[in-house]
């Protein structure tokens, strides 16, 4: 069958110096994991997902993720302040892949501000596109386009990870997803 990888991400920002972070692994409905908002690590939800990797993978997934996080809140915040955004504001973002029974698949990338959709990301040329159209939303949409490390990143995560991760997580929770 058809079976879809997400990451969910919801940031509230309650001022420059405080943000509450919640973040969600699914394969199709199923929790694989969650985000620890105190200490940014992954907690696994469900008995089969960590041995699905070595150990220094998840290591390394952890790591990055933190570095993400960090980076996201300052330049979130650093933009948020430039321009004059009031606080309270959320931001949520959505990743994953789709595989198809044919072995395609298709990724995807999303990213909302205060509950309306914002951007989101074509995999196909690799670009930023707008679900509104605001000052504050162009503005995003040029950041993103012209942070090459960050574009960099998501290329090699759409491309080569996301399906190769998919496809261990698919064999290691076959049972699971067999019994929904």
């Known amino acids: ?5 997400r990451l969910l991400q919801t940031t509230t920002f309650q001022n420059t110096s405080f943000a509450d972070m919640e973040g969600l ?7 694989l994991g969650s985000l620890d908002k105190h200490t940014w690590s992954i907690h696994f939800c469900q008995p089969w997902v960590r ?3 070595p150990h220094a993978d998840w290591d390394t997934i952890e790591n990055l993720l933190k570095i993400y996080l960090q980076q996201f809140n300052h330049l979130i915040n650093e933009g948020a302040m430039q321009r004059d955004i ?7 973002c959505t990743a994953g892949c789709v595989l198809y029974p044919n072995r395609t698949s298709r990724a995807f990338a999303y990213v ?15 670009t930023w596109t ?17 942070y090459t490390a960050l574009s960099e990143l ?13 496809e261990v997580l698919l064999h290691y929770g076959r049972a699971a997803l067999e019994r929904q």
């Open 1 to 5: 069958g058809t079976f879809t990888i």
């Open 25 to 31: 692994g699914l394969l199709e409905d199923i929790e």
């Open 51 to 53: 041995p699905a990797l």
């Open 86 to 92: 009031p606080y309270p504001f959320v931001v949520q």
């Open 112 to 126: 909302g501000y205060n509950g309306q959709d914002f951007l989101s990301f074509d995999t196909k040329n690799f």
């Open 130 to 146: 707008l679900s509104q159209d605001t000052k504050l939303s162009r503005y995003v949409q040029s950041f993103l386009q012209n």
């Open 154 to 166: 998501v290329e090699i995560l759409f491309n080569d990870t996301c399906v190769d991760d998919l």
